[in-house]
């Protein structure tokens, strides 16, 4: 464990020896929350040392969004898109170069909450974001950097999801949408208070046909909140959450057969059904002394089953089916144990079901108390948490044929070998506590301090055997250091340091061996042990606005250097195999710069990011599938390669014109460039080219309750892919070992609201 800086430790002794003496000063101004617990107190926007963003609810729900990724991605230039799965419903978000993705295998890094509940899932860290209500969120924060207020994983930054109650969205609203390819979302809420007591109630269903082929998607999610407010100081609320899905995600596709037909799949089935189940109760209470006590604690239930179609080689051994393990043949046993005979043709592919169930439990608790120190304005935050987790995981492969459509069909014979077999149950659990101190030295300049201390413990018990035993115990001290300060009225310079660090998943950890690679998400084959990631992120920016909303600008440069950074590294023979190593240490370092504003009738932005990611130890990795690659299948990274799928420009531009008062027409244009193929880390060979996407919309109110709105995306049908990677596929025809996911093609979508 690391000791933080010795100015650290000074700075927190001196600033809370009279934090108990101060007194209390209200504050009423805009306030980002730094926290665990959620909740509305926080740090006023004008001294946070840190790149704050909010994106309101309309924005995240413009028409034909289907999670919240959508509107972050429309709205943030440091926010790209990652589409592995290559559905609308399952993309994933690229914050500094980190990720809250569905996927296992990319490069999570950004923390997730809702009203105070975590939602990154324990087995994989991974963000199921289909699932979240996002009809139901009233706003969104976005705050970058490693601030280790949030704790562990937020590497790249966090995302804050509050959502709304029966006091901030009282009435009656209805949509419905539909679209091309089967799209079509229906959408009820309702909302109001009865004295003190605020109801809300949210409901939402939505169905895709998809664009490709074999790619149905259904999602069902509901929101209810009951909130008792009786002054307005004083809340304590319940929220449900309820969500089901059922997804195709058939994910990337080889070159050649993307050339023929950009609607294929590779093979199908990809599908993944998920329900989930969450309680969250959360509460604040007004205390004496400018002291202010919230708490959030909540229950999470998912299970999640996924089945897969794959290429699989088998061949005959004698009067027994084989298969290739390493440079021997192994017999296929059935499920009795015994050599599988008697098979009229040879087997070609392979039928892999998963089952994960998820138990999770959390709480956090956090004291804020503003008031003075020595005549000086003074926010002091204490706070603790626990996040606990359960997983139940097995996975079972079948036999299986392939038709005219690379589609598999199951000969419901199942595979007994342990490779083609995975039970496991983990245990998670991680404590946390924090401080963090915002001290005003002047009325202008204000400096925060902040520390935090994780611990982790990880249990793993193979239900099959023990390869995949372990139990992992991770400890970690995390400061923070800014300075902000404002030279004139609405605007805000600033410096900072911090640290965070990503405790590995127990998925890395079951898939952690280069001798062994597993795919995701059906296999699990060995248990080495992997290091924490330790990163620190320095910052430098300014923010201000210009008579009030006129003219809003802001501009961030950063530096996040990881150490032991954890990857996927694709190295087996199926699409998607691979394993998770430490590579040492790695960087992303860029630049963000932001304009917004309004002029007559237009409301206009412009947000652009440079996000360099790089390896900064040179090594040597498994790249079979790679043109480059030696005779040992492997290629060499040397320091200052990028890191693949991440671009390095991405650049939003969208305006909306008040034509009358009953008319808007709005258009937008999403730039990203180049980024490279998974599998091709060492940057041998061409990347996936950059794109740009323009949309158009418009928004008609027939009266005040009832409007209209129709949307183009993709207008000039752009043929794009935002992700990639190195693989094989000469067994049925396809000689480039090129995969991409492609990207969406035009899409039209009317829908009507109504408000009461």
């Known amino acids: ?48 040392p840190a790149a704050g963003r909010r994106v309101g609810g309309d924005d995240l729900n413009r028409s034909g969004s289907v999670t919240a990724v959508d509107g972050l991605l429309r709205r943030l230039g440091s926010v790209a898109a990652i589409d592995s799965l290559g559905n609308p419903w399952q993309q994933g978000l690229a914050l500094r170069g980190f990720t809250a993705a569905p996927a296992l295998g990319e490069p999570q890094g950004v923390v997730v909450y809702q009203d105070g509940m975590r939602v990154n899932e324990a087995f994989g860290d991974v963000v199921q974001w289909d699932l979240l209500p996002v009809f139901a969120v009233r706003e969104a924060q976005v705050v ?87 002054d307005g100081e004083t809340e304590l609320g319940l929220s449900v959450t309820a969500a089901t899905s059922e997804l195709a995600g058939n994910g990337p596709v080889p070159l050649d057969l993307l050339e023929e037909d950009r609607s294929a799949v590779f093979t199908h089935p990809d599908a993944t059904d998920s329900d989930l189940l969450a309680l969250s109760l959360r509460g604040r209470a007004a205390l004496a002394d400018g002291w202010a006590l919230q708490g959030a604690a909540y229950f999470r239930h998912l299970k999640r089953r996924t089945r897969n179609g794959d290429q699989g080689e088998f061949e005959s051994c004698g009067t027994a089916l084989c298969f290739e393990e390493g440079e021997e043949l192994e017999p296929v046993v059935g499920a009795d144990g015994r050599p ?44 603790a948490s626990l996040d606990h987790a359960r997983t139940r995981y097995g996975s079972g492969t079948e036999l299986g044929e392939l038709d005219d459509t690379r589609g598999v069909e199951s000969l419901g014979i199942a595979i007994g070998n342990d490779e083609f077999n995975v039970g496991l149950k983990t245990r998670s659990l991680i404590l946390g506590a924090q401080l963090s101190e915002t001290l005003s030295l002047t009325q202008d300049l204000h400096l925060t301090g902040a520390l935090r201390l994780t611990h982790a413990d990880l249990r793993l018990r193979d239900q099959l055997g023990d390869d995949l035993d372990g139990d992992h115990s991770y400890t970690a001290l995390n400061p923070g250091l800014g300075l902000a300060w404002n030279p004139a009225a609405g605007t805000t310079l600033y410096a900072a340091v911090n640290e965070s660090n990503r405790i590995p998943t127990p998925a890395e950890l079951s898939c952690a061996d280069p001798e062994r690679p597993c795919r995701f998400p059906n296999a699990f084959l060995a248990d080495p042990p992997l290091d924490d990631v330790r990163s620190r992120t320095w910052e430098a920016g300014a923010r201000g606005r210009i008579n009030g909303d006129a003219l809003n600008w802001s501009v961030a440069a950063f530096r996040t250097d990881n150490r032991d950074d954890i990857i996927f590294i694709s190295a087996g023979p199926i699409i998607g195999t691979g394993y998770f190593d430490n590579v040492g240490r790695t960087r992303r370092q860029g630049l963000e710069a932001g304009l917004s504003g309004r002029v007559g009738p237009v409301d206009w932005f412009v947000d652009y990011a440079l996000v360099r990611a790089t390896f900064r130890t040179a090594l040597t990795i498994q790249a079979p599938d790679n043109p480059e690659a030696d005779a040992e299948g492997e290629i060499a990274v040397k320091r200052g390669d990028r890191i693949p799928g991440l671009p390095l420009h991405s650049l939003k531009i969208g305006a909306d014109l008040t034509v009358t008062d009953a008319l808007t027409l709005g258009s937008e244009m999403q730039w990203s460039s180049s980024r490279y193929l998974r599998g091709d880390e060492a940057n041998l060979t061409n990347p996936i080219a950059g794109y740009a996407l323009f949309n158009l919309s418009a928004r008609y109110r027939v009266t005040d309750a009832i409007g209209v709105t129709a949307r183009v995306e993709n207008v000039f049908d752009k043929d794009y892919a935002s992700f990639g990677l190195y693989g094989e596929a000469d067994e049925l025809g396809f000689d480039d070992p090129r995969f991409l996911s492609p990207g969406a093609p035009r899409r039209f979508t009317l829908g009507m609201t109504a408000r009461f």
């Open 144 to 230: 970058a950097g490693s601030n280790p207020g949030f704790g562990p994983n937020g590497l790249g930054g966090a995302v804050l999801f509050s959502m709304k109650d029966g006091f901030t969205a009282p009435g009656l609203a209805a949509s419905v949408e539909a679209g091309s390819h089967g799209f079509v979302t229906v959408t009820g809420e309702a909302g109001g208070r009865d004295g003190d007591t605020g109801y809300y109630l949210g409901l939402s269903h939505g169905r895709d046909d998809g664009w490709r082929d074999f790619s149905p998607s259904r999602v069902s999610r509901a929101y209810g909140d009951v909130l008792y407010r009786p």
């Open 340 to 383: 599988v005979t008697g098979l009229d043709d040879e087997p070609d592919a392979v039928f892999n079901r998963t089952r994960t169930v998820t138990d999770g439990q959390g709480a956090s608790l956090q004291a804020v108390q503003t008031g003075r120190v020595g005549g000086m304005d003074n926010i002091l935050t204490l706070g």
């Open 1 to 48: 464990m690391r000791r933080p800086p010795v100015a650290l430790w000074l700075l927190a002794s001196t600033l809370l020896t009279p934090a108990a003496l101060a007194e209390p000063v209200s504050l009423e101004t805009e306030v980002i929350v730094i926290g665990t617990a959620g909740g509305r107190d926080g740090v006023p926007l004008d001294r946070l």
